[in-house]
């Protein structure tokens, strides 16, 4: 029996392997060969949801033409399109009305989950628990799929060392190696073992490349970065999901170095397509093909097509370029149709690998949309994901944990009973005010006596008129002097302040990183009646708290967590969760410092003895420190961890292949059981190119109990010293290194060795 379900076990689990790598290129070669032109190019024109359509169809305008290309086998995507009755009579339209009845694949935002939330993707991040934030994208997948979408717009893959751009939220931070292992494990979350399941989507990687390096932080601005950036710092991450199987890649809206992405070849066709070997397609971003011409790049919308296409965008998301203008720019001679057909081969290669030739309502179960919506599965992991992202910056006196009984506390702050802005940005399918609040979550401990008041208060409004915004009112500050008498009868005083959900994110850009409106007076007001308190903040983006950070005493990120932010929020201001989390963006100490991040260069004037030099002519500033207030990787817990006893091996790399092992110890010195993720950083002393201070190689998490010790080690080789170097490969080259492991970016623990040969 037990030898029957082996075999049974090892034949399932081929077929199932056989089912996700099945080569569906004779099957695609045999579409396109019964394609014309005009279907072709179909393929390659993505709409919005235009209309209702359960409902009667558009008889006028726009929408009637854009039903009439429907019908006619002119349209390969939609966005924004959900709900299995929706994404249903759309499907049915192209599978029953149009000549070839090909699928449409349904495209959407599927940022931190569907309609329950979960974290935003920059807290999930500082989790750095890739277990946890694969399962979350998993999670996020299934509760998508159940209504009808079968291609998420994600991951955001982009680096980004800039707090003022509002798209910092939707990425993994500044770093680019824990980039690249949270892309890996988004992809894998969202596209699982098998694309073709109905529980997954096939992923996108964004915005290739380079829009985290929008000069100043303002969203759509020009990049100009080298080609090391570029390679070192912006690529590793898209390179990441091209080996995780990715499936679709999206340009984006920004030029790099002069040339609008969009139509960018070295980007698209030389690096994606050709050496990085990429089989699926590229998407634009939402009408940036037209938007080339605003760059002062196309001369007209013809001129637009001409570029995407020959830069290699596939598909055109709401330009109708590609289909109005395809076309005559054949008939010109402009492009080719060896062109028009590999970008369709690419999206119908998607198509038939999600199995929607097999069965095009295979996202479309009314039955299974009900049961998965909301599931308690779900509403676990955003639980899980949500605890695990939060990061606790301070914790003097041990003021935290709270004790259970017997305390007087206030809560107050606009952010306190507010159930939208734990939602954060990119919640398309949420509904409003779902979040449970801090003040709910507050409310299951029912020892202690809480009172609320908000201090200052929330407003609604609905300033692009798709989203209702919740935002913190800066005209009225009378609510303080209510909340400051709350304060004075309590024990501890809990404040909620930060940003609303909707002010990071696309279009969000911010040129002040402090707390929004009033905020930071009523702080400060209310530290002058009592000081105990715990600040929690609730932010898209690093802010500069230099104020907090002197005179709070305790400061927990909790970022936007999602559905499940004030249980989360509650479980760690009670120590029944203890915090984790590690930062995966440098908080600046003020605005004047950005770009900051950790693994920056050495400049030829670092100071001897770096704020302390003394003298004028050192590279610093007259009237800030040079170093973050809270650095990449930082983090504390309820407990307390010691390293000690850095060791090598050897001192010595003597071929490729050879190896070292680097260990330290790591003691829990506190009364506590904790986590700690321990870090490993390596500077490549001198080379041909110059290297920064500092670069994550590695990390683990380490649980220990009270008193425990661990012997934690790494493996070092020459493959983990490789860069971009000016000779255009990746290649380490032989020379001294220094390696440090500690418990953030900052740690000055350290070995040295040496990379002697490379033969
Ligand atoms: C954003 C993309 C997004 C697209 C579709 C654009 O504005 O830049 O990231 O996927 O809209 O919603």
Redesign the pocket.
Same mark, same amino acid.
């Given at each position: 029996m037990k030898k029957f379900l082996l075999i049974l076990i090892f034949t399932f689990g081929f077929i199932n392997n056989i089912q996700s790598q099945k080569d569906y290129s004779k099957d695609v070669e045999n579409l396109l060969k019964k394609m014309t032109l005009e279907e072709k190019i179909g393929q390659m024109n993505q709409y919005n949801g235009f209309y209702d359509a359960t409902g009667p169809s558009p008889s006028g305008g726009d929408a009637k033409k854009k039903y009439d290309n429907l019908k006619n086998g002119l349209v390969g995507s939609m966005?924004?399109v959900r709900g299995v009755n929706e994404v249903r009579a759309f499907q049915k339209i192209a599978v029953e009305e149009t000549r070839l009845g090909i699928p449409l694949i349904f $495209?959407f935002?599927l940022i931190h989950g569907y309609k329950t939330i979960a974290p935003i993707p920059l807290a999930e991040s500082a989790s750095w628990d890739l277990n946890e934030i694969q399962n979350s994208a998993s999670l996020g997948a299934k509760e998508a799929s159940a209504a009808g979408i079968n291609w998420t717009?994600?991951p955001?893959v982009d680096i980004s060392r800039d707090a003022r751009w509002g798209?910092v939220m939707?990425g993994a931070g500044e770093d680019p190696f824990l980039g690249s292992l949270v892309a890996a494990a988004r992809v894998k979350g969202f596209q699982g073992n098998d694309l073709s399941s109905p529980s997954t989507v096939a992923a996108?990687a964004?915005?290739f490349a380079a829009y985290g390096f929008v000069e100043s932080g303002r969203d759509y601005n020009t990049v100009d970065i080298g080609l090391s950036t570029l390679h070192n710092i912006v690529l590793p991450p898209f390179k990441a999901a091209v080996d995780a199987g990715v499936k679709t890649f999206?340009n $984006?809206?920004t030029e790099l170095n002069g040339i609008p992405v969009t139509a960018d070849s070295y980007l698209q066709r030389e690096i994606l397509k050709k050496q990085w070997g990429f089989k699926g397609f590229i998407v634009s971003?939402?009408g940036s093909l037209r938007e080339m011409m605003d760059h002062g790049y196309a001369k007209n919308r013809k001129h637009a097509g001409e570029l995407a296409l020959n830069g290699g965008s596939d598909m055109d998301?709401e330009s109708t370029i590609y289909i109005e203008e395809l076309s005559n720019l054949i008939n010109e001679g402009k492009i080719n149709i060896e062109q028009i057909d590999d970008a369709v081969r690419r999206i119908l290669l998607v198509k038939f690998e999600l199995g929607l030739f097999d069965d095009p309502y295979r996202y479309c179960d009314l039955v299974r949309e009900k049961k998965i919506t909301g599931s308690k599965e779900i509403m676990d992991g955003a639980l899980e994901m949500a605890k695990k992202s939060i990061v606790l910056l301070k914790n003097n006196k041990k003021l935290l944990p709270l004790k259970k009984n017997g305390q007087k506390i206030a809560l107050i702050g606009p952010l306190a009973a507010d159930k939208n802005s734990p939602l954060g940005n990119w919640r398309v399918a949420a509904d409003n005010n779902t979040a449970v609040s801090v003040l709910e979550g507050l409310s299951h401990y029912t020892g202690n006596e809480i009172t609320h008041s908000q201090g200052i208060r929330l407003v609604n409004k609905i300033p692009d008129g798709f989203h209702e915004e919740v935002q913190i009112n800066n005209t009225d500050k009378t609510g303080i002097l209510e909340a400051k008498e709350v304060a004075k009868k309590a024990d501890v005083v809990i404040m909620v302040l930060g940003e609303y959900g909707f002010q990071s994110g696309?279009g969000r850009s911010r040129a002040n990183l402090d707390l929004p409106g009033f905020q930071q007076e009523l702080l400060e007001e209310i530290h002058k009646v009592n000081s105990n308190i715990v600040l929690v903040l609730m932010n898209g983006r690093p802010l500069t708290l230099d104020w907090s950070s002197q005179n709070i005493p305790a400061i927990i990120e909790s970022w936007h967590l999602g559905t499940q932010s004030g249980h989360a929020i509650s479980q760690v201001i009670y120590g029944d969760y203890n915090p984790s989390g590690k930062l995966p963006m440098s908080f600046p100490r003020s605005v004047g410092q950005i770009p900051i991040y950790y693994n920056h260069k050495s400049t030829g004037r670092p100071g001897a003895d770096g704020e302390d030099a003394g003298s004028v002519f050192w590279s610093h500033y007259q009237d800030e420190k040079n170093t973050a207030l809270y650095p990449f990787g930082f983090g504390l817990s309820y407990t307390s961890f010691e390293y000690s006893n850095i060791k090598l091996s050897k001192n010595t790399l003597m071929k490729k292949n050879d190896e070292l092992t680097a260990s330290i110890k790591l003691t829990n010195t506190g009364k506590l059981k904790g986590k700690e993720v321990v870090q490993l950083y390596i500077r490549d002393k001198f080379a041909s190119s110059t290297r920064p201070v500092k670069e994550l190689k590695g990390f683990k998490m380490i649980d220990l109990n009270p008193g425990e010790t661990k012997n934690i080690s790494f493996k070092i080789n020459s493959k983990m010293l490789e860069y971009y170097s000016p000779r255009n490969i990746w290649e380490s080259e032989i020379g001294d290194f220094e390696l440090f492991i500690g418990t953030n970016s900052s740690t000055e623990r350290k070995a040295s060795f040496e990379l002697k040969s490379l033969n």
């Open positions: 966005l924004n $495209g935002d717009f994600a955001m798209r939707e996108c964004k915005h999206m $984006g809206f971003d939402w998301m696309e």
